[in-house]
């Protein structure tokens, strides 16, 4: 029995590391300096799960944007005295350097940060400027739409889990009750899964226009290249002409002047029906001969 005891504090001990066994490391990812640091505590995850974690992340937003949106970023974990897994994430920019600052539950496992999409989903809002607080649903939304879609480009998550996650997470994002659109509605469901659905609709639309030659991504990765990172503060006005600008049409700025100040809703589940997607249980099934079915594979291509 003491032995057994002996033997788990030992194992225990060897799995948690401490600020002082922690020391700050800067990576290289997609043409950016990403410097970590460990804020005081004990985490009960190892300094490499917890760098593969970070490094994974900006992996999948380095394959979506073509590069990583910023050249410097501090990426902050703070240990918990509770909590489970990944728990709270934000990002800021106190300075000339943006910081992500991560809070870390104290039971993580590894396994808890392989699955984890806080970390993507901070350092997609790297990607996007900081726009009036009016129309935080696009911050959010791009944000929240974009991550499965990084990971699964980088391997991380399968198709079927992406699909399926929207078709549960996209009728949050509709209008109730004395809704007065997304930009004067603020509540959790429109600002995260109305800001989402305005994504996936222009993505959409965007692709038929063109053949499915440009998405999202494309209208995305042009403002970017803009200089619409986090680092910038502009009006929804120019991010979506500077958007649209870059695939050569209106789409972005005619979605939100059809739903930005008046309820619209969606038929989601026409648009499922024509992209192939069909609920199955707990789980999706894919129609290959839908209407919009290449539109689908395109969207999460691996």
């Known amino acids: 029995m003491l032995i057994a005891l002996v033997a788990g504090l030992i194992l225990a001990a060897a799995s948690s590391s401490t600020a002082a066994q922690l020391s700050d490391e800067t990576l290289q990812i997609g043409g950016a300096q990403i410097e970590v640091r460990f804020e005081e505590g004990t985490f009960s995850v190892t300094p490499a799960a917890m760098r593969n974690w970070i490094a994974k992340s900006a992996r999948a937003v380095t394959e979506y944007y073509g590069r990583f949106p910023v050249q410097h970023i501090r990426v902050v974990l703070v240990p918990l005295d509770r909590g489970r897994g990944v728990v709270f994430g934000r990002t800021f ?5 943006p910081v992500i600052r991560v809070l870390v539950g104290a039971v993580a496992s590894e396994d808890d940060l392989r699955e984890d999409w806080v970390m993507t989903h901070e350092m997609v809002h790297l990607a996007f400027p900081s726009v009036p607080e009016k129309h935080h649903w696009i911050e959010e939304g791009i944000a929240t739409y974009v991550e499965p879609i990084a990971r699964v480009q980088i391997g991380d998550l399968t198709s079927a889990k992406v699909w399926r996650d929207m078709l549960d997470g996209m009728p949050h994002g509709l209008p109730g009750a004395g809704d007065r659109g ?16 305005f994504c996936l609709l222009a993505d959409v639309e965007i692709r038929r226009h063109s053949g499915n030659k440009l998405g999202l991504r494309d209208a995305m990765r042009g403002g970017l290249a803009a200089g619409g990172n986090h680092e910038a503060n502009w009006s929804i006005e120019r991010v979506l002409a500077t958007a649209d600008k870059a695939i050569g049409s209106n789409t972005l700025e005619r ?30 099934e894919f129609d290959d001969r839908a209407p919009d079915a290449a539109i689908r594979k395109a969207i999460t291509r691996q």
């Open 93 to 97: 920019v106190p300075g000339p350097t």
């Open 182 to 197: 997304l930009d004067n509605t603020h509540t959790w469901g429109r600002t995260y899964w109305g800001g989402a659905m």
């Open 255 to 284: 979605l939100h002047r059809e739903m930005g100040d008046k309820p619209v809703s969606p038929d989601l589940d026409a648009l499922w029906r024509d992209l192939g997607v069909i609920p199955h249980g707990d789980h999706v």
